[in-house]
């Protein structure tokens, strides 16, 4: 079949820290019945680096990574930098559309080997780095003390030593550093609302006290009740999400204080470890503003996992988190 781009969408790409960064571009292509989901974000000034990722049903095919120290090194200009993340973000959607997936990938893994080539030689030069012994007593030194002994042959007072006694030198063993996985790249910022267990007081009587001795009064008698119209995500129902779950969420988009349901609206669902590379999925509301998604959670025993689930409509957009447990 030809080559044709059914869906293409650009939006802000997500901030999940303090350091500014340069809007992202996410665009959908379809290449012989396959659609392929390309994702440029800038990950900002402490990596100094631009990231582009091709995905295909939430599995990352290839990808490519552009370090810019040139420009900070040159005095930062967002909008230099801004021009070359738009540049690369056309470059892969260009290959995809004339059906170059292949060479994106083998560029991808000629890339990945050069990394881990990179972290085994500097393993390597620091296992062989000389480790200082302490220095031997030389021969002529003990025969020199050996003379000397018979000084001490004659009886003498005690004495302390001026100087504390130094013990031998024992080398602590080498640590090797931990090599993480080249392509898996995490923001920790995005687990900072992670839930924080606090110590439990246990109260043995528990005093309840009559209905008549409570009065509860609202802070807004007798006020008018603030509204508004901004955009709003909700995950209908109470959802415990462990690592390996297969299950369907609803998720619902609404506008304002008398929540009007958005329909149309573009949903980004995101599953983000430190043991597995991210997973994504995408929906859209109908009608009453609802949408259904079937989530697969990547399977992991250790580490941290968050999902995301963000709403993009008119220009604006929402967000929510939620943690997933091992499992």
Do not use: W
């Amino acid at each position: 079949m030809g080559k044709k781009c059914r869906f293409s969408r650009c939006f802000p790409a997500l901030k999940v820290n303090k350091i500014k960064v340069i809007s992202g571009f996410n665009t959908d292509i379809e290449f012989e019945d396959v659609v392929y989901h390309v994702q440029t974000e800038d990950k900002g000034l402490s990596a100094k680096k631009v990231i582009s990722l091709v995905y295909v049903g939430g599995t990352i095919l290839a990808s490519k990574r552009s370090p810019y120290d040139d420009l900070v090194a040159a005095g930062f200009d967002e909008n230099v930098l801004a021009e070359r993340l738009q540049k690369q973000h056309r470059l892969i959607c260009a290959a995809i559309k004339a059906g170059r997936i292949d060479d994106l990938k083998e560029m991808t893994a000629k890339a990945s080997a050069a990394r881990s080539a990179s972290a085994a030689h500097a393993v390597a030069e620091t296992v062989s780095a000389p480790i200082s012994l302490p220095q031997t007593v030389e021969p002529t030194e003990l025969a020199t003390a050996a003379a000397g002994a018979e000084l001490f042959d004659q009886p003498r007072t005690p004495f302390a030593p001026t100087e504390p006694i130094q013990q031998p030198f024992v080398p602590e063993p080498f640590v090797f550093p931990q090599i993480t996985e080249p392509e898996l790249e995490l923001d920790i910022d995005l687990f900072a609302d992670a839930p924080i267990i606090e110590d439990v007081s246990v109260i043995e009587e528990i005093f309840v006290l009559p209905d008549d001795a409570v009065a509860v009064i609202s802070e807004l008698s007798g006020r008018e009740r603030p509204s508004n119209a901004k955009l709003d995500v909700e995950l209908l129902g109470d959802f415990k999400f462990k690592g390996g779950d297969r299950l369907t969420v609803h998720i619902m988009v609404c506008r304002g204080t008398e929540r009007k349901v958005v329909t149309g609206a573009q949903i980004l669902i995101k599953v983000l470890g430190s043991t597995f590379r991210p997973v994504i999925f995408h929906a859209k509301s109908d009608s009453n503003g609802l949408a259904q998604v079937h989530l697969q959670l990547p399977h992991f025993q250790a580490g941290r996992a968050a999902l995301l689930i963000r709403a993009l409509d008119g220009g604006e957009e929402i967000e929510l988190r939620r943690v997933v447990t091992p499992g």
